[in-house]
C-alpha cells in the first residue's frame, strides 16, 4: 500500500516534529529545506525551553510529543542564577522545579536543531536540502518556514569563557526596552544578549549599555566572541489556512509567547497538532484553539501589563518574586486563562500592532514560502 505523502515546509523545530509524528504514524513526510543543514538560523547561542507554564514539566511535554532528548537539555532552577532590576539589586527566586531548559540553537553537533533532524532520519523522514517549492503542492502541506517581520528583536554575544554554570536576567527600559537582557553559562560556552520591544533603531546603543550593565555585575572573561542578532514575530490573530491543504504552523502562524519570547514549545507543539489533525482526520483550527490560543491570549494580556511597569515596576515585581516560596506557581497562574485576563486580553487586542500586515503573504518584496518560488504562485491573486 502506498503510504500518503504530505509536504513539509522548514526543517525547524515545529517542521521536524510535524514529519516525525506522521512517518511514525505511516506517512510519507517530505521535508523542503532551503539551507543546506538545519538550525542556519542560529549561531551556538543558548535558549530556554521554559518550564512554568504548565503543570508538567518540559522533559513529559517532549515525552507526550513523541521526542527524545538527544540534544543539549540542561535544567537551571532559581538556585542556578539571579537577576537584576534597574537598581542593580542581585534578586535570587526559589523555584520547586527547574525554571527553564537551556537549549543550544544552530548547526552544532548537541543543538536541539541537530537532535531532531537525527530523530527525523532515525523515523524515515526524506529531508531535501537546498530545495525551494516550484509550485503550491497539490497535498496535504505543512509550513514552518518561521516569522516574517520583527516584533522584537535581540542583539547578542556568543563566546567562551571559564565562568561557572549560571543564568542571570537583566530588567531596565535602559538597556533593553520594554523587554529583558540575560546572560547564559554553561561547560565553558556563553551567550549575552539583550532583547527590544521598541526603539530598535536605537539597537547598537541598547546593546552596549546592556553589555557595559552585564560586566559591571559580572565578573567573566571572554573568549572568541561572535555577535549575533534574532527576531520574533507574534500575531494578534493567529492564522492557519485559508486553503484547508495547507496548515501553518510556529511562527509562521504567529504562535509565540508575546511576553519573553519562549516560543520553541509553541513551535513544536503546533507541528505535532498539525500532523495529528492529519493522521486523526480532525480540525487543526479546533486543536490550536484548545491547546494554544489560551496561552497565546495570556501571553498578549502579560505582555501589555508589563508594558505598563516601566522601571518603578521592575523593581518591585523582581522584590515580591524574591519573597515567595516558589515562583513556579505564581508564573504557571500568570499564563494561564482567567476572568481577569480575558478582560486585560481585550485591552492588550486593542494595543497591539504586528508589524506584518499580511500575515499569510506579503507579495511585494515578500519572503513567503510561495512568493520566494516566483510571480506565478500570484498569478490568480
Known sequence: ??????????????GLTAAITLAKAGYEPIVYEQNQSVGQRFNGDFQGLENWSDEEDTLRFLDKLGLKVNFLCHPYTGKDGYFFGPKLKKITVQTSRPLFY?????????????????????????????????????????????????????????????????????????????????LLVNNGSATFATCMFDDFRNEKIYYERA?????????????????????????????????????????????????WGFGIKYAMLSGYLAAKSIIDGTSYEELCRK?????????LANRWLFAQLHNPGYN???????????????????????????????LAKRWYRSRLIDKQCMHEHCDCVWCRHGKHAHAST
Open 1 to 14: 500500500m502506498n503510504k500518503e505523502k504530505v509536504t513539509i515546509v522548514g526543517a525547524g523545530p515545529g
Open 316 to 346: 518591585y515585581l523582581l522584590n515580591k518574586m524574591s519573597k515567595m516560596e516558589d515562583v513556579i506557581s505564581p508564573l504557571r497562574r500568570h499564563y494561564n486563562i482567567s476572568f481577569s485576563k480575558k478582560i486585560t486580553y481585550r
Open 102 to 182: 537551556l537549549v543550544e540553537r544552530g548547526s552544532n553537533s548537541h543543538s536541539l536543531d541537530q537532535g531532531l533532524k537525527a530523530q527525523a532520519e532515525e523515523a524515515g523522514v526524506k529531508i531535501l536540502w537546498g530545495e525551494k517549492l516550484e509550485a503550491i503542492p497539490t497535498g496535504r502541506a505543512i509550513v514552518g518556514t518561521g516569522p516574517k517581520a520583527a516584533d522584537a528583536i535581540a542583539k547578542g554575544l556568543i563566546f567562551k569563557t571559564s565562568h561557572e554554570d549560571v543564568f542571570i536576567g537583566y530588567l531596565d527600559n535602559k538597556i533593553a526596552p520594554k523587554a529583558y537582557s540575560y
Open 211 to 259: 553589555f557595559n550593565v552585564m560586566r559591571q555585575t559580572v565578573d567573566i572573561d571572554i573568549r572568541d566572541e561572535k555577535e549575533f542578532g534574532g527576531f520574533v514575530n507574534f500575531f494578534n490573530e493567529p492564522v492557519l489556512a485559508k486553503d484547508e491543504r495547507i496548515l501553518y504552523i510556529g511562527e509562521n502562524a504567529g504562535f509565540q509567547d508575546a511576553l
Open 291 to 299: 491547546h494554544i490560543y489560551p496561552k497565546l491570549q495570556t501571553s
